[in-house]
Nanobody, 123 residues
Framework: QVQLGETGGGLVQAGGSLRLSCAAS????????MGWFRQAPGKEREFVAA????????YYADSVKGRFTISRDNAENTVYLQMNSLKPEDTAVYYC????????????????WGQGTQVTVSS
């Protein structure tokens, strides 16, 4: 089992920045990739970004490319999502996820999930 815990959400004005953190514990040696997803009210959970646990290759949704940066600290078993130039449409609950089979762009590709952290961007 892998346990995940997100921190760093909050309220920010449009154009501002936030950094989300996701700490992993448990059987972290089994992790192949970590991802961030988000879910706005009434919408499906959508892919935001992902990173390979070994090697560090990164992947982004078109909607956040150039504004968000995913990174990891393997020694601390922590993944970060730096979010810059935030827009009101970025408002959602953000979830981190751990996958055992590599990077996937859909939620069912990940085996473990955090509890989520709210990000609200005001206009």
């Amino acid at each position: 089992q892998v346990q995940l815990g997100e921190t760093g959400g909050g309220l920010v004005q449009a154009g501002g920045s936030l950094r989300l953190s996701c700490a992993a514990s448990g059987r972290t040696f089994s992790i192949s990739a970590m991802g961030w997803f988000r879910q706005a009210p009434g919408k499906e959970r959508e892919f935001v970004a992902a990173i390979r646990w070994t090697g560090g290759s990164t992947y982004y949704a078109d909607s956040v490319k150039g504004r968000f940066t995913i990174s990891r600290d393997n020694a601390e078993n922590t993944v970060y999502l730096q979010m810059n130039s935030l827009k009101p449409e970025d408002t959602a609950v953000y979830y981190c996820a751990a996958g055992l089979l590599g990077v996937r762009y859909y939620p069912t590709g990940y085996s473990y999930w955090g509890q989520g952290t709210q990000v609200t961007v005001s206009s």
